[in-house]
């Protein structure tokens, strides 16, 4: 009898503490569960394809974001023209690399030339200066369109009014009027104002100080073209000559009449000089008008000192 009353407390004694033990773990878990609410839900939340739901300390997500716009924002066209002078050739092997390495309006836009070579028909284009057009812009879309050189201002007018008349515009939100040795050094508020300014049709350097009475850049402007209006640049048959007239007048109502433009005025001349960023500090100035000293076919200088 005694051993059986034995055995039956030793068998109370093990499911008691069996129960104990069971209770313990339950109240672990438990515990576990709420130290950590979100614990069941990070797997299927973090989406590491994704950079825009990692988390705020991840420098890939931050740099990825950055880079967004480029497929996103207008479709932009860099109207470059050259006669592919010394100086040009001389920008296009130093300053436009790192220029389009820097540049998001840059690097993520297409790229049409305007060639008129230093000659009197369009036939004679060097071979060399194709090829460095082509390695310039090499991870970009170019095209090349080669016209007489008619002179200064008349080519820079016709560079305009040939776009217009071939509709080489078309189809696209902005066009970037550059020559290669204007150089756009930062540009921020550019693309700022292309991506968030919904009335601006225009981003503008006034060559002189008068705002009522402006004479605007032809060597760096960047404008909307749905609000040009044909008829007012197709006027070769004009008797003004002046390029940076022809061109204010070609806008006048269109844009700066509709109060549409936005100055670009910390690249406006110090002097009254139709160059952007003339005088300006280089450190500075978003766009910059620029004339390296040293430009000839024998130097191998091609260390471009605008900071970027």
Wanted: charged share 20%.
């Amino acid at each position: 009898g005694k051993a059986r009353l034995v055995l039956l407390v030793i068998f109370c004694i093990w499911v008691f503490g069996f129960s104990l033990t069971q209770r313990e773990m339950m109240n672990t878990e438990a515990m576990s569960a709420a130290a950590s609410p979100y614990l069941g839900d990070i797997a299927p939340k973090l989406d590491r394809t994704s950079p825009k739901k990692m988390g705020p300390k991840d420098g890939t997500a931050s740099k990825l974001e950055s880079t967004s716009p480029k497929m996103s924002g207008p479709k932009v066209m860099i109207y470059v023209t050259t006669h592919m002078s010394d100086q040009h050739i001389w920008q296009l092997k130093s300053c436009w690399p790192p220029a389009l390495q820097n540049s998001l309006l840059l690097n993520s836009s297409d790229i049409v030339v305007y060639l008129t070579p230093n000659t009197v028909t369009s036939k004679n284009v060097s071979n060399s200066d194709v090829r460095l057009l082509q390695h310039t812009f090499r991870n970009q879309k170019l095209t090349i369109h080669t016209r007489p050189n008619l002179g200064y201002h008349e080519s820079a007018t016709a560079a305009l009014t040939d776009a217009m008349a071939e509709g080489w515009w078309e189809g696209y939100d902005w066009i970037v009027r550059v020559n290669p040795d204007v150089i756009i050094r930062d540009d921020s508020q550019l693309w700022d104002i292309m991506n968030h300014d919904e009335n601006a049709t225009g981003i503008l350097v006034n060559c002189i100080q008068s705002v009522a009475h402006p004479v605007v850049h032809t060597d760096f402007f960047a404008i909307q073209p749905r609000v040009l209006l044909r008829e007012n640049l197709i006027s070769r048959g004009s008797a003004e000559k002046n390029a940076e007239k022809v061109f204010t007048n070609a806008i006048k109502k269109s844009i700066v009449g509709e109060g549409n433009h936005r100055w670009l005025d910390a690249a406006r001349p110090k002097r009254m000089v139709c160059r952007a960023g003339f005088e300006r500090d280089m450190r500075t100035t978003p766009v910059l008008h620029y004339h390296h000293k040293d430009v000839s076919k024998e130097t191998d200088n091609f260390n471009c000192p605008i900071p970027f």
